[in-house]
């Protein structure tokens, strides 16, 4: 697996908590959208459980000339370390990997991303580059946030102009009425989906979140009869004590 070596140049708020980290993109660089990288951090300004190691997808698209990860502030020696990144300083990085990706589902069949929290960074790669390729391909995006605050690139998503491009964004402890179309309260659930995706036969689904959030839509999906083959799944593992991480 190829070896790279990235150039840190700002960081960018996108959320409560969360900050979008921007890289000089490397010469020759390519990757497919949904994908991810392997960063590794060191020195580290404080311990880490993991030296200072993790997989983070991009949430920049391929043909962007700056390549970049977003995260949640935390408490671990590579957030910390991260977040105290100064412009010019470097990472190094492997790959890149991942089958998260459209090329997965080589068809024009509709798409249904179901996204929980800091898991909507590949969906916004995803998203953006088939805008850049002006893809007429269907995409309907649920995408679930404690509150407004919380979600990640919301303004840009739910504004973004792909013809086909259906966003939902579901809040689950907001408790203000919804103020717009495409607005739910509470978690991603059978109704929404048989609400915005009437006609689910031939549909792909793609999951992508912490593991109990895919764990939650599996099990959502196979009570509805959606086939396991017609799932993509991308757990963020590095979610499970996402409090410490």
């Known amino acids: 697996m190829a070896n790279y070596t990235l150039t840190f140049k700002e960081q960018k708020n996108v959320a409560d908590g969360t900050e979008m980290f921007v890289f000089e993109k490397p010469a020759d ?3 497919e959208a949904g994908q991810y990288m392997v960063l590794r951090l060191d020195p580290l300004v404080a311990p880490d459980i993991r030296a200072g ?3 983070f997808s ?4 391929p043909f962007e000339d700056e390549i970049t990860f977003t995260m949640r502030r935390g408490e671990s020696g590579f957030k910390q370390t991260m977040y105290a ?3 010019g300083e470097t990472i190094s990085a492997t790959g890149p990997v991942g089958h998260f990706t459209l090329s997965h589902t080589a068809d024009i069949l509709p ?3 179901l996204v929980g929290g800091i898991g909507v960074t590949p969906v916004r790669s995803i998203l953006k580059q088939a805008k850049h390729e002006g893809s007429e391909r269907a995409f309907t995006v649920f995408y679930s946030n404690r509150y ?3 979600a990640a690139f919301h303004a840009e998503l739910k504004g973004l102009d792909l013809p086909h491009l259906r966003y939902v964004s579901t809040l689950s402890q907001e408790t203000m009425s919804c103020a717009t179309t495409n607005e739910e309260r509470g978690y991603i659930c059978e109704a929404m989906l048989r609400k915005y995706v009437p006609d689910r036969a031939g549909v792909w689904f793609y999951l992508v979140g912490a593991p109990g959030f895919i764990e939650a839509m599996e099990k959502m999906l196979s009570e509805m009869g959606i086939a396991k083959e017609r799932q993509v799944c991308d757990p963020f593992a590095g979610m499970v004590q996402a409090n410490k991480q």
Do not use: M
């Open 58 to 61: 991009f949430s920049s698209a």
């Open 85 to 87: 990144l100064k412009a």
């Open 148 to 150: 407004e605050k919380d």
């Open 111 to 113: 798409i249904v991303f």
């Open 53 to 55: 190691v993790r997989s």
């Open 29 to 31: 660089f390519s990757f």
